[in-house]
């Protein structure tokens, strides 16, 4: 049997990211990589929207987010002159009605104690700046200056795993199937093919299969895929301005190139698990939910034509729609950085350097991950975001 010192199942932007932060803290040991579909076709990560904010109400997924910024910031210097995502800084507006206005104001608040560079508008000031906005029905806005926007998903996990040809990180291409755990321990990992790995260390990567992983080990972990539909459509204007605006009915829309892609409509009272199998976007959704609010928010919008679409999974936490990050605490070789809810893309390079902290130093150091413990998953107690897109 193959024996490694980490094993991180999911190889796409988190279990590719956590392998480059192990060498960065100096990890020396060895490390397999195990992905079962390398060209990605159904990672979320590929499948994502690409967009990164800080307009979220808790401070700890604001400081992860501002730390992926920061990597952003000073890519060429980490992966080489050639080193472009296309990082469009292009910020998100967050709309609220009078009703969602307190709740507006109080992230607000959080995100400025965090260094936000958000602004918060009133309807005057947004039509003002946006004379294609439609402000009926809305109170205020909160617009990302800076430090906000949308890159290329492709290209980010290209360089990850690109910058991981140098770094002795073994890739194994390969589904893992089962997991033998002693006591409290993980031992070794099966593979579909019959082999079996020995690891000293287990690191769930698996994304919106992460629940299904931790069940192997005999661990509850309430992270399911979530199917969430994305449309493309092309309109007679182009608003070169236009940031990523999420509507009070959490509908959002943003440029992509010369198009607009759009979703955020499922309905609370139907979404569930999705099957694994099935990519296929909710086309009725933009027809009947997206279009009526798209040209009341954007009258331009009116006439539009839809050219595509895709379907994604969400690696949906049911307990509280946050991450799970660190060790469990019986099963102490076995690692979680799962549940992301839809905001992992911009949060796998903190986690990540969080995690790779943890075991290399024995303790975070960059970023406090302690809040994401599975401790309350356990114990039951949320810890909610409330700025799920
Ligand atoms: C439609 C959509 C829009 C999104 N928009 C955004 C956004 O704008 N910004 C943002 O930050 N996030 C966004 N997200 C969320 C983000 O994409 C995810 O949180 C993030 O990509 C998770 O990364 P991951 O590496 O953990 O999981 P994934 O990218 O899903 O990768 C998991 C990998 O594990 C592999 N795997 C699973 N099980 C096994 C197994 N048993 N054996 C071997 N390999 C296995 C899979 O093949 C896969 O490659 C969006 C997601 C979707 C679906």
């Known amino acids: 049997m193959k024996t490694v010192d980490i094993a991180i199942v999911g190889g796409a932007i988190m279990g590719?990211?956590?392998?480059?932060?192990?060498?960065?803290?100096?990890?020396?040991?060895?490390?397999?990589?195990?992905?079962?579909?390398?060209?990605?076709?159904?990672?979320?990560?590929?499948?994502?929207?690409?967009?990164?904010?800080?307009?979220?109400?808790?401070?700890?997924?604001?400081?992860?987010?501002?730390?992926?910024?920061?990597l952003f910031r000073e890519l060429k210097a980490r992966f080489g002159a050639d080193a472009d995502i296309a990082f469009r800084e292009k910020g998100y507006l967050i709309l609220a009605s009078e009703a969602g206005l307190p709740v507006l104001q109080a992230n607000h608040a959080v995100q400025q104690r965090e260094g936000g560079d958000i602004a918060l508008l009133d309807a005057a000031a947004l039509s003002a700046r946006f004379p294609w906005l439609a402000t009926d029905g809305i109170a205020a806005g909160a617009l990302g200056l800076s430090g906000e926007g949308w890159f290329d998903a492709h290209a980010l996990l290209a360089l990850i795993r690109r910058g991981l040809r140098d770094k002795d990180v073994e890739m194994i291409g390969a589904e893992v199937v089962s997991i033998a755990r002693k006591g409290e321990a993980i031992e070794s990992l099966g593979l579909a093919s019959g082999e079996a790995i020995s690891a000293g260390l287990v690191v769930n990567a698996a994304g919106a299969h992460a629940g299904r992983v931790a069940a192997m080990a005999g661990i509850a972990l309430p992270v399911e895929p979530r199917k969430r539909s994305v449309f493309v459509f092309e309109a007679a204007e182009r608003y070169d301005d236009m940031p990523l605006i999420v509507d009070p009915s959490g509908i959002y829309v943003r440029p992509e190139g010369r198009t607009y892609i759009t979703g955020g409509a499922e309905a609370h009272e139907t979404d569930g698990p999705a099957d694994p199998g099935d990519f296929e976007p909710d086309w009725p959704l933009f027809e009947e939910v997206i279009w009526p609010v798209l040209a009341a928010r954007v009258p331009a919008f009116e006439a539009l034509r839809q050219t595509g679409g895709w379907a994604g999974h969400y690696d949906y936490n049911t307990l509280d729609q946050n991450a799970v990050i660190g060790p469990h605490p019986e099963v102490g070789n076995f690692l979680f950085a799962n549940g992301f809810s839809g905001h992992g893309l911009q949060q796998a390079s903190a986690v990540a350097k969080a995690l790779a902290e943890l075991i290399v130093h024995g303790a975070y150091r960059t970023i406090d991950c302690s809040?994401?413990?599975?401790?309350?998953?356990?114990?039951?107690?949320?810890?909610?975001?409330l700025n799920v897109i």
Do not use: K, M, V
């Open 371 to 385: 809040a994401f413990g599975y401790a309350r998953i356990a114990e039951g107690r949320p810890f909610r975001e």
């Open 16 to 70: 590719a990211s956590l392998a480059w932060y192990l060498r960065e803290e100096g990890f020396s040991g060895s490390i397999a990589l195990i992905e079962r579909d390398a060209s990605f076709q159904r990672a979320a990560t590929t499948l994502s929207c690409a967009s990164i904010r800080q307009q979220f109400s808790i401070a700890e997924n604001i400081r992860l987010s501002r730390f992926t910024l920061g």
